[in-house]
């Protein structure tokens, strides 16, 4: 009896990182290694993992839904689940999984409760499409309806993006603790300094002169720069970062379930559109 050989045939799925956005294999200049931040922070990781492309091209973990949990020690914000998956409610959505966002499978923790809709914005400061898509972001915000939260994750692929995010998070304790008090103005500003005015702010001292110039002192600075709270929402970042699988910015997460950015929305007002979209279909579940 003659054997039929059966033949194998393998597809190679080819993954590109979104147009319109800066990819964490972009050359920058390397920062001061007097910016290492603290290592005082301890995120449990998860047991079970499978390999994912991170910013950085190297592997990383996707972590299983039963241990995705992120276990912040003292911090005021703890990382909650997101609610479990449902099907939303059958409507003639103008947008397609798959081509113009991904499912993130299982779904994976958000910043803040489950009380709200998470709407993630992952960002650089150096990165011009992140500055351009910044009065579309910020315009949508104002807007926003009453059951979404907004917050905003700062890249972190390598020291000089990661000296920026250390840059965003003082600001935004320092907002917290009324040193700053116009945070419109100020994120407007460290913008404007990279992109307008030529500080790459590679170190400390060329971020402190940024926030001196906006009235807060050195020792408000330097207290908050080199704090836990810092140092523990960069932890955190980075664990998203990854659960995320960010390579490039500016993306957008949706309650820790969707995954989208304007090359695969079609440019910026589209990518509003599907932020709205992905925020209806969460409040249908």
């Given amino acids: 009896m003659k054997h039929i050989t059966s033949i194998a045939l393998v597809l190679a799925l080819a993954f590109c990182l979104p147009l319109g956005g800066c990819s964490g294999d972009e050359p920058e200049p390397a920062a001061s290694d007097s910016t290492t931040v603290e290592e005082e922070a301890v995120i449990e990781e998860a047991a079970e993992a499978r390999p994912e492309e991170s910013a950085t091209g190297k592997p990383a973990e996707l972590v299983e839904e039963s241990s995705a949990e992120v276990v912040e020690e003292t911090s005021d914000e703890p990382l909650l689940l997101a609610q479990a998956d449902t099907e939303p409610v059958s409507r003639n959505w103008q947008f397609t999984e798959n081509q113009h966002y991904t499912r993130m499978v299982p779904t994976q923790p958000t910043v803040g409760g489950a009380d709200k809709i998470e709407v993630a914005e992952f960002f650089w400061y150096g990165c011009a499409h992140c500055y351009d898509f910044e009065p579309h972001i910020n315009r949508w915000s104002e807007s926003k309806p009453s059951n979404v939260r907004f917050v905003r994750i700062p890249a972190t692929w390598n020291p000089l993006v990661m000296l920026h995010a250390q840059l965003y998070y003082t600001e935004e304790v320092l907002v917290k603790n009324g040193k700053i008090a116009n945070p419109e103005e100020f994120r407007a500003n460290v913008f404007e300094e990279y992109h307008k005015r030529g500080n790459r702010m590679t170190t400390e001292a060329a971020i402190q002169s940024v ?27 980075q664990d998203l970062a990854r659960r995320y699988s960010i390579t490039g910015v500016p993306s957008i997460v949706v309650n820790g379930k969707y995954r989208t950015g304007a090359a695969e929305a079609g440019g910026y007002p589209k990518l509003l559109e599907l932020i709205n979209e992905l925020v209806e279909r969460e409040t249908l579940r």
């Fill in 211 to 237: 926030f001196t110039r906006q009235g807060v002192s050195a020792d408000d600075f330097t207290n908050t720069w080199k704090s836990f709270e810092v140092a523990q929402k960069l932890r955190v970042a």
